[in-house]
């Protein structure tokens, strides 16, 4: 099973889902030549693939829509806004590169904001697999979720087994600790999961959530790890402004809760392009560099 | 046999006519409860009523119909024209109009879908070309006739969004496709070949592959001619550039940059009423005095 086959399976059982892109089809090589009329490419032209993607699902049918994040969140931004946001029709957004995984291409492609965007529109939600797997695990239930989805395409290869059940707002949770706990979402988790590794090692005890859907995002789990750990660590590839951190910051002030959060994510920059790795070794954000800031944390 | 085709032609036209005339009235009645872009709207008034009384295949009846006609209002500032024309075709509760710009209904001044009639929300410029060629789309994956048609904005046409859903809607060929350019030859506060000149307009569309037609857009007999030949080019999205006058009908505020919203007392109102479609010579300047 792979992205392009449950897309496949999808297309075959339902005549209302069409796939659309703007000239962006890594994850869809073989989708063009077997559904024809069902794979719109409008070229790069982000506004009018939203656009077009809302008179199809006016039409009742139910676009999944792809393009780079930084382009089609910010491009189309206003489109996504005013058409799928005032409307609610459920469009789903696929964002390839999001985040880290924009690599060495340079600020320009850098979608570090996605998340701050789409997250502001009342009726989007946001699906943020952590990786390939978990992607597929959730695929269908969101693609078929009647409201509008802004999914953060991922392909990196899991690190973890991922529990099947899957649903919209409930998170993963792969560890629990009474030191700390991370929250995180995306391709992070890979570093994070080495992370709590590393912190056994030096006999500290750190849970990790696996938000999988950061809107809605799962405010029990949040809430009952925050309730059960010294402090807590938010670890995404996003700018401080506006994501998680935010989203997290804004429930505890809102239940008047005075609990210890750890924001890890970029600072108010962009961040140094090079292949994954070494921008992550660059940044601060690899496994051993997560373990030391929380261990920094602790001591504090 | 002749004359009588001529005499049920000549009737028709009339008929447009009246529904025209009471169709500025609603709209100048709306400048009396905080004002709404008349200016605008009167500029596209006949385009509109033409559509929902000739060439849509559209009514009460049908709102939800999946093989009914499409129009979206791309200038949506010029929505009274649609709340007047909705009423007079039976689609909108006439009464409706008396709640215009208040929380009691959803009449304001950009169209959106609570009201019955309107497909979908606009306002913000440049979006109802792409979103009219997803809806065209879809009827040619499904091959159905439905027609989807557009009003733009000459102004409108700054946004490049525009032009970019143009060149995707020749690539697909949408020929069911039919987008009307309000050619008022005004834009929010100048006249658009003093700001960012679009002419030579005709050649810009047919460059793009689109087949154009020009008409009066005030003369429903050239109108009639040209929207039942749709679509003109097999193959090609149909534009519409229609020659109009802003604020057409009021002599008081045709053609001036400075009237496309006005907001009006409810007396002065009345004195407008009465000037509707007299001779622009008459009452040119009366208006200032207002």
Redesign the interface.
Known sequence: MNYESVLKDILNEDERFVVMTAENRAALRTLPAQFDSRFIDVGIAEQTLVGMSVGLALRGRIPVVHALAAFLTMRAFEFIRTDIGISGLPVKLVGSVPGFLSEANGPTHQALEDIALMRGIPAMNIFCPADYEDMLIGLRTVLYDKAPFYIRFNALAPVVPHDRDFAVGKAEIIAEGPDATIITYGSLLREAYGAIDILEENDIDAGLINLRTVKPFDEEAVLAAAENSRFLVVLEDHFVTGGLFSAIAELFVRRHLPYRVLPIALENRWFKPALLDDVLAYEGFNAQQIAEKIMEELDA | MLDMIRKSELLDVCALEVRARKVREHILRLTATGGCFIGAAYSCADLVVYLYSRFLNVDKWSLDN?SRDYLFLSKGHAVPALYGTLAECGILEADRLADHLTTRDDLYWHPN?AIPGI???SG?L?????????????????ETSNKVVVITGDGELNE??MW??M??AA??KLDNLIIIVDRNRLQANCATEDLIPLEPLEQKFLSFGHAVRTIDGHNFSDMDEVFHTVPFEPGRPNIVIADTVRGKGLADIENRADRWFCSFSPDEVEGLLKRLGENSSTHGDAIDEL
Do not use: I, Q, R, T
């Open positions: 999946a879908s497909e979908f929300h913000s440049g979006h109802m070309v792409s979103v009219a060629a997803g809806v065209a789309l879809d009827c040619k994956m499904k490049g969004s970019e859903a060149l995707v690539a697909y």
